[in-house]
Structure formats: structure tokens, C-alpha cells
């Protein structure tokens, strides 16, 4: 919030920090804290987006939900990919993998 006020605007920032918080104590792979998180961060980058930047006409959390598809292209796609961020930084390391040795190629 403090970012948003100095005219720091970044809506995949809180979703980023979720998915840094749900994947930075853990060493297994879970897809579904993943997809936890992920949801989780989508949901509080459009929250952060509304509490910084209402739409003028109403200022309600509904109004603002339900009008999505006003904002701009681009900060559109800043939420989107704040919830893309949540997932990936919490899903975790490949419990196979050495590290150091860079991504896995086998699936």
C-alpha cells in the first residue's frame, strides 16, 4: 500500500509475495499449494488493485469485480500475471533434483 501511494503501481507485486511466502520454507513439489496459492495471490492483486484504485463512478469491491474488463489491457495482464507468479514461486523444488544442476529435463 505504502508503494501505491508513493505512485508505485505493480498489481503482480502482492501476488508475488504470496507465492514467495508459500514456497520459500518448503522442499517438496505440491502442485496443489500451488494452485492455493495462485488463486490466493490472483484474489489479493485485484483486491490491492481496487484498494488503491477504485473505479470513480462507484467505489464498491462488487462494482469493481464485476467491471474487470474496464481496466486497461495491461493491467490486466499485471494481474493475471501476479496469480501466475503466486503459483510459481510456491510450488517448490523437485525433491530429485541436485542443487546447482539447473532445471530437470526428464518429466
Given at each position: 500500500?505504502?508503494?501505491?501511494?508513493?505512485?508505485?503501481?505493480?498489481?503482480?507485486?502482492?501476488?508475488?509475495?504470496?507465492?514467495?511466502?508459500?514456497?520459500?520454507?518448503?522442499?517438496?513439489?505440491?502442485?496443489?499449494?500451488?494452485?492455493?496459492?495462485?488463486?490466493?495471490?490472483?484474489?489479493?492483486?485485484?483486491?490491492s488493485?481496487?484498494?488503491?484504485?477504485?473505479?470513480?463512478?462507484?467505489?464498491?469491491?462488487?462494482?469493481?469485480?464485476?467491471?474487470?474488463?474496464?481496466?486497461?489491457?495491461?493491467?490486466?495482464?499485471?494481474?493475471?500475471?501476479?496469480?501466475?507468479?503466486?503459483?510459481?514461486?510456491?510450488?517448490?523444488?523437485?525433491?530429485?533434483?541436485?542443487a546447482?544442476?539447473?532445471?530437470?529435463?526428464?518429466?
Open positions: 500500500m505504502w508503494l501505491g501511494h508513493q505512485g508505485f503501481v505493480a498489481p503482480l507485486l502482492p501476488g508475488g509475495m504470496v507465492g514467495l511466502g508459500g514456497g520459500m520454507l518448503v522442499r517438496d513439489r505440491s502442485p496443489l499449494r500451488a494452485a492455493v496459492c495462485g488463486v490466493l495471490a490472483l484474489g489479493l492483486s485485484i483486491f488493485e481496487w484498494s488503491l484504485l477504485p473505479f470513480i463512478r462507484d467505489g464498491s469491491f462488487g462494482y469493481f469485480v464485476t467491471h474487470l474488463h474496464l481496466l486497461s489491457p495491461l493491467t490486466l495482464l499485471m494481474l493475471v500475471a501476479g496469480g501466475g507468479l503466486g503459483f510459481w514461486l510456491s510450488l517448490g523444488r523437485d525433491p530429485g533434483a541436485k546447482g544442476a539447473g532445471p530437470s529435463l526428464t518429466p
